[in-house]
């Protein structure tokens, strides 16, 4: 969708901003470009829609060199987030939003619904918010603004300079998960600067670590942590690298152990039977779905009547392919010393259960298994094929 091939920009003063890059972005994918201060992120990302032009190179998007297509008509294929987020302050809300179907002469009313949708879309009710003015905002709400001001038009292309560069962690947190949520439902192609890796790690299919001018490792998440191709890029990733693994591995099947199951309806007097000849202290407790209903402590068998009337509810749970890192977030929120993981959210079939014992070992066999082969930067392009789930 979108390639760079042996692209420099040197401005006039001698500055090489970008050298020689060459790199490719498959459709709907989100990449990622993340490293220091006055690398050349901003100036990749004004080369695409032409804001800055290439003193050598070239860029295609969909096919066509962009040298060749009018800026104008080129922007309206690309929205652009940039990370003063740029509202217009005498603008409302709505008026914001619909700028660009403004500019592109849609009828007003038109326009505005289309907006209207938009701010829905990202979390903001435009009955609410549509007449407000930015300075009525908050810093994550203008955020907002600026994402659904760059998808009013429905580009096919989104470039973002630090969307989130501006507000605090908590309100990035949440708009980087909103944002995630959103890409599913949109299916972009994405080119998303940050100086956060992780950021970059959190939300790009693959990640473009850029030295100075140059991309150092162009690859997927867990590949840039687990493998990185140069001492720099190690550097960059931090010593904690292990620690941001977690936020990229997933929890797999094969990961849980299988504790003691007992059903809502059996008698308490059989149950707490089997428990004790399992030399078991507590029994994950399911309906007649198999579904996760909660929990069971050996201390709570000796009574009469059935396992529902004592069983416990479980807070701490989640679906299977959730990251080791909320796994040990939703541990240590519920001081739980196990979670139970189901099948999808939906359904809430009972798969088993992740020990902190667990939980390390896939974090080795996810180091392990990038150390032994890990796709370098001359790895095939993939392509990102996502299900829109708008
Ligand atoms: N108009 C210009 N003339 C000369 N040098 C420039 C110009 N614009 C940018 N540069 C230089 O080009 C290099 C890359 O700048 P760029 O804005 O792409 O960095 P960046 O990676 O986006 O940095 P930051 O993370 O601080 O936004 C920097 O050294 C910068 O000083
Ligand atoms: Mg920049």
């Known amino acids: 969708m979108i390639r760079f091939e042996h692209v420099t920009k040197r401005y006039p003063d001698g500055t090489t901003a970008v050298d020689d890059l060459s790199f490719e972005v498959a459709r709907g ?32 998007l969909d096919g066509e060199d962009i040298a060749a297509i009018d800026p104008v008509q080129l922007r309206r294929r690309i929205g652009y987030v940039i990370q003063q987020v740029g509202l217009f302050p005498h603008k409302t809300v709505l ?12 009828k007003r009313g038109k326009g505005r619904e289309r907006a209207a949708e938009l701010l829905d879309l990202v979390g903001l009710d435009p009955s609410v918010y549509g007449d407000r003015y930015p300075e009525q905002l908050s810093g994550g709400q203008r955020q907002r603004v600026g994402v659904a001001r760059a998808l009013a038009a429905d580009p096919p292309v989104l470039l973002m300079d630090e969307p989130f560069g501006a507000v605090d962690p908590v309100v990035r947190d949440h708009l980087q998960s909103e944002f995630l949520r959103l890409q599913e439902a949109v299916d972009k ?3 998303f600067v940050t100086h956060d890796i992780e950021e970059a790690v959190r939300l790009g299919d693959r990640i473009a670590v850029y030295g100075q001018g140059r991309i150092e490792q162009f690859d997927a998440p ?3 942590l687990g493998a990185p191709a140069t001492p720099y890029v190690a550097d960059f990733v931090g010593a904690d690298r292990g620690l941001k693994r977690l936020s990229v591995t997933p929890i797999e099947e094969g990961d849980l152990e299988q504790p003691p199951v007992l059903h809502l309806d059996d008698p308490l007097g059989r149950a707490s039977a089997r428990l004790a000849e399992e030399g078991a202290r507590w029994a994950v ?12 402590s050996t201390d709570r068998t000796g009574a009469s009547g059935t396992v529902r009337e004592h069983a416990r509810r479980m807070e701490a749970w989640l679906p299977v392919g959730a990251s080791l890192k909320q796994a040990f977030a939703t541990m240590l929120q519920h001081d739980a010393g196990w979670i139970a993981v189901i099948d999808k959210e939906e359904t809430g079939r009972f798969l088993g259960v992740l020990t902190p014992a667990r939980l390390h070992e ?18 095939e392009l993939e392509t990102v094929s996502k299900v829109a789930s708008a």
């Open 95 to 106: 008026e914001n939003t619909a700028t660009v179907p403004h500019l592109l002469g849609w």
């Open 222 to 224: 867990a590949a840039v």
């Open 29 to 60: 994918e989100l990449v990622t470009l993340v490293g220091p201060s006055g690398c050349g992120k901003t100036t990749t990302m004004k080369m695409v829609n032409r804001l800055i032009e290439p003193t050598g190179g070239r860029i295609f």
């Open 189 to 191: 192609t994405v080119l």
């Open 362 to 379: 896939a974090l080795r066999r996810s180091i392990d298994a990038d150390v032994r082969a890990v796709p370098r930067t001359e790895v």
């Open 285 to 296: 407790v399911l309906d007649s779905d198999d579904n996760l209903h909660g929990w069971i």
